[in-house]
């Protein structure tokens, strides 16, 4: 990975970006760009839209979306506890004892999540799954007016923004998913060489997936591509409690996963699977039987439909503060698509025939 590139991986992995609240991680996407894209654009639902070679009448979006799970402020009690509601989907589990910041209009402040101490749970409730309401956020307030005067409700809070170098070029971070997926989609548009590029090349670092693929939703509508491909994490089966005749197997290092399902277009997988074939980039195959939680949902519909694909990143942990991917996965994936863009020209079609399977 270049240094430049994992440079911008490792400051969008340690910037803010939770649902509803992408714009500190889109600022620093529209800077990382402005060196290859044609245009930028940022929309209302604050989706950066970055675009090569646009006036070519073939459209081709990748989307891959930049906000992260994380936390919003509810409630403030007597004593200056804070009582939050998520934003995304959490197992509660994974956010006892974390270190979090609260993303205020005056700076962070810092924080951690308490629970009653385990000497003091009786036996029934060491039984039973916390819920929400049964964890706070603890600043070191000693009133609800001191908690007021540094926080205020609706403000977003995400656990300790960390990037961690593991073997074998593995990483671990809070928010690999999706960040991962949307530097792959910046990257792919960035390593597309020109002398090839014949069709209109967008990548869209998307918001708010985690609350519904509502940026996807916007963002397909605004460039109406002939082909959208998302690209987003997946589950990995190489890790204890992992059924893979459950999920598939999926392997951290062993290449992105190029789906199959309902959701996507039979012409884009064969694409994707024959270039990656041709130049020698690892890649497995990802079995879906309805359309994943992911943008491709969204962009598949859109207008008048649209031929999708998704590419994903394998990922330990997901939807916890310590997501695990592969860097050389990544890479994988970044040039895959790249390939695929340049494969691309006015001339392209896949509508679906009797001769694709």
């Known amino acids: 990975m270049e240094p430049k590139a994992k ?9 803010p970006s939770p649902t509803g609240f992408e714009q500190p991680v889109q600022d620093i996407v ?23 070679n646009v006036e070519a009448p073939f459209r081709v979006m990748l989307t891959g979306h930049c906000d992260q799970i994380g936390l919003t402020v509810l409630h403030v009690d007597a004593d200056g ?3 939050v509601t998520t934003l995304g989907g959490w197992d509660i589990q994974n956010l006892i004892g974390q270190h979090v910041t609260i993303w205020t209009k005056n700076g962070p402040v810092p924080g951690v999540i308490g629970r009653k101490p385990i000497h003091l749970l009786d036996p029934e409730e060491r039984k039973v799954v916390p819920k929400i309401s049964d964890i706070w ?5 000693k009133s609800k007016e001191e908690a007021l005067k540094l926080v205020r409700i609706g403000d977003a809070i995400t656990v300790q923004m960390t990037y961690s170098e593991l073997a074998n070029q593995y990483i671990a971070s809070s928010a ?3 960040k991962s997926g949307m530097w792959v989609v910046m990257e792919a548009l960035r390593r597309v060489d020109g002398s090839k590029l014949k069709c209109a090349a967008y990548a869209v670092s998307t918001t708010q997936e985690e609350v519904g693929l509502r940026g996807a939703t916007t963002a397909a509508h605004h460039v109406n591509p002939h082909v959208g491909i998302a690209v987003d994490v997946t589950f990995a089966s190489d890790c204890p409690t992992i059924d893979a005749k459950k999920i598939g197997e999926v392997k951290l290092g062993a ?12 012409g884009v997988v064969e694409q994707l699977v024959t270039l990656a074939e041709e130049n020698n ?20 519909m859109s207008q008048d439909g649209v031929a999708t694909g998704l590419v994903s990143i394998p990922n330990r942990y997901m939807h916890s503060p310590v997501e695990v991917v592969s860097l050389e996965d990544m890479d994988a994936a970044a040039d895959l698509l790249a390939r695929f863009i340049e494969s691309l020209d006015e001339n392209s079609c896949f509508t679906p025939n009797s001769s694709q399977h």
């Open 255 to 266: 290449g992105p996963t190029i789906a199959r399902g309902p959701n996507f277009n039979p």
């Open 281 to 300: 980039l690892p890649y497995q195959l990802d079995a879906t039987g309805t359309p994943p939680g992911t943008d491709a949902r969204a962009i598949q």
């Open 81 to 83: 506890f804070l009582y």
């Open 137 to 141: 956020v603890d600043i070191g307030a």
């Open 7 to 15: 440079e911008f991986l490792k400051k969008v992995l340690t910037t």
């Open 30 to 52: 529209r800077e990382y760009v402005k060196d290859f894209a044609d245009m930028v654009a940022t929309d209302v639902m604050g989706n950066v839209i970055v675009g090569r």
């Open 176 to 178: 690999t998913d999706d």
